[in-house]
Structures are given as C-alpha cells and as structure tokens.
C-alpha cells in the first residue's frame, strides 16, 4: 500500500536559521508531489509541485524552495527563515489517473 | 485562486444530514470536482469527487447538479468526528493535478 513519511513533526527555529522539510513517499512510482503551507487559522496554500524528479513548479513568490532528488522524495528548504514562514507545512502525493490526493502528518514550523 | 464558494460556517445536529453546499460556476467540462475535509491539526482527508454524475461512497454522497455549476456534499449521519471544515475544490485536469483550496465551511455537529 501506498504511504507517505514527513518528518519532523514540529520543529522551532530562530529567524536567519536554514530550513530542510523531507518528505518520502512509498508504494507508488512517479507520482507528482505538492508541498503545502497553512498560515494559522488560514487556509492551504500551494507553494510547490513536481511532476518528475528534478520538476519544480513554485506557485508564489516566497522564501522557500524545493527540489525532487528522487522519484519519490519532496525537501522543501529555505536558506534564511523568516518569522512568516511559520506555519503548518503539509506533502501531498497523487498518480495521473485521477483519485484523490493523499496528504502526510504535516510539520508544524515556529520561527522564533 | 479558488474557483468555488462555500459558506464560512454551518452546524447540524448529531445523527442528522449535513449538507454541504458548493458553488463552481466558472467549471469547465472536465474538470472534477473534489470535496476533502481538515480536522484541526490533521492533513486533509479526501472524501469524494465526482464529473458529472452523483457520487456516493462510505463517506459520503455528492450530488452534481446537472449544469454542473455548484454541488452538495451530504453526510448522512453527521457525528461529533464529523465536525471539521470541509474543502470543495474544482480539479485542474492538466499535467499538475493541482489542488487549489479555499476557505472551506467549517462543520460543527452538535451533540
């Protein structure tokens, strides 16, 4: 069956600090990859996506990046954090045939 | 940006229906319509989706009207696990599969 593993689950990190968010999907080949951020108390935003490895689509001007290394592996990373990059940070796997998309447990960031 | 609307908020008794409206009047004709649901500090769930036709799984049921220009989801049998908000979104069917998702309508299912 198919999983999906994002870790870590929380994370605090000082303003200025370099950011490495994993996720890791299994059970599936070639999926397209979605990173997603939730401001608190706001909705989904879609940051990234990926068709294929080394396929990156950024949705919004930000101070993040992504990279798709592997078939099956999504990093979102920053350089230099801001306090507005705190938030909920959530992968999310689909195959081209349709159904639904499957979402991981998320990581909760705090810039400090 | 979104391409459907919800109401903010909306309630129903336990082991009532909750339905679930959705508006999409600017869907084109293959794109799908999908209905996913967050409860707080979770992922999203995804619930059900649907073209044209009427949906129904163990979830929930999707009623497609049929110029296809809003929608309803309806649990049939609202429980307290129920209560969370519930994202309508209409499915780019390009190579991306995106997901846009709105504000959604956040559930609450009184006891």
New interface residues.
């Given amino acids: 069956s198919q999983t999906i593993h994002q870790w870590p689950a929380t994370l605090v990190q000082p303003v200025g600090s370099p950011l490495s968010l994993e996720c890791t999907v299994e059970g599936t080949s070639n999926p397209?990859l979605?990173w997603?951020r939730q401001a608190a108390g706001r909705?989904?935003?879609?940051l990234f996506?990926s068709?294929g490895i080394g396929q990156i689509?950024s949705?919004v001007p930000q101070n993040l990046s992504a990279s798709r290394p592997q078939d099956r592996q999504f990093i979102l990373s920053s350089k230099k954090l801001l306090l507005s990059d705190s938030g909920?940070y959530?992968c999310?796997w689909?195959v081209?045939s349709?159904?639904?998309?499957?979402?991981?447990?998320?990581t909760?960031l705090t810039v400090v | 940006d979104a391409k459907t609307t919800q109401p903010p908020s909306m309630d129903c008794a336990e082991g009532r229906a909750a339905n679930l409206p959705c508006n999409h009047s600017t869907i084109s004709g293959n794109e799908?319509v999908?209905w996913?649901r967050?409860i707080h500090?979770?992922?999203?769930?995804?619930i059900i989706?649907g073209l044209k036709n009427n949906e129904t799984n163990e979830m929930a049921s999707l009623i497609i009207t049929e110029d296809r220009k809003s929608s309803t989801l309806i649990l049939p049998h609202a429980t307290l696990r129920d209560t969370a908000v519930y994202?309508c979104i209409v499915r780019e069917m390009d190579?991306?599969?995106?997901?846009?998702?709105?504000?959604?309508t956040r559930l609450l299912v009184r006891p």
Avoid: C, D, M, W
Wanted: charged share 5%; glycine share 18%.
């Fill in positions: 397209n979605y997603y909705g989904l935003q879609l996506y068709v689509s949705e909920f959530l999310a689909s081209l349709g159904g639904g998309y499957t979402f991981g447990s998320g909760r | 799908y999908y996913y967050q500090s979770q992922g999203p769930q995804y989706h994202y190579s991306s599969y995106k997901l846009i998702f709105g504000s959604g």
